[in-house]
């Protein structure tokens, strides 16, 4: 090959590297040098896309009021079900109701295999249909448990309360549950 058509070959290749992308380009891409941050999650079809306020079902609920119990003594519990009285409480309802029960306890067990469950009651039913059962690390001191359950109640007056359950004997500290009371099911 000669020298002026090595040249010739050279210089309509680089014309045609360098030269596509501005042919590709349309000219009237309104580009300001900033990239726009985009947040997938509100595209359309994305899921857990968040609701719009008002936007979804018309039977929201409305919380109505909240009873609050706690206790900061110690307990000793024995193996099976023990009922703790300070988490006892009445809901009365002038219609149907919803109740969400908050429940965070502190339990301690020496045993390492020791399995414990939260069983929040409304009316002698457990709230979430059974009872859920954790592990606490044997020997570690008192370890926070929260808990969070609901159940849907006619209009009337009902109790409340929550159990606990050990397969072995454990300890009970600090323990708060909340009953929010919402108008609606």
Do not use: W
């Amino acid at each position: 090959m000669n020298k002026s058509a090595l040249l010739l070959t050279s210089a309509i290749s680089l014309t045609f590297a360098a030269g596509a992308p501005v042919f590709a380009l349309n000219k009237t891409f309104p580009h300001t040098g900033v990239l726009k941050k985009t947040n997938a999650q509100r595209a359309p079809g994305a899921p857990a896309k968040p609701a719009r306020p008002g936007s979804g079902s018309s039977q929201l609920l409305k919380e109505q009021f909240v009873v609050h119990t706690a206790n900061n003594e110690p307990q000793q519990l024995l193996s099976g079900f023990n009922a703790d009285g300070s988490t006892s409480a009445t809901i009365k309802c002038k219609s149907a109701c919803t109740v969400i029960t908050d429940t965070v306890a502190q339990f301690s067990s020496y045993y390492s295999y020791n399995q414990f469950a939260i069983c929040p009651m409304v009316d002698g039913y457990f709230t979430n249909g059974a009872c859920t059962y954790f592990t606490v690390p044997g020997g570690h001191g008192y370890v926070n448990v929260p808990f969070r359950s609901s159940v849907a109640v006619a209009s009337g007056t009902h109790s409340a309360e929550v159990y606990l359950y050990t397969f072995t004997p454990a300890y009970l500290g600090a323990r708060e549950t909340d009953y929010h009371v919402y108008k609606g099911k």
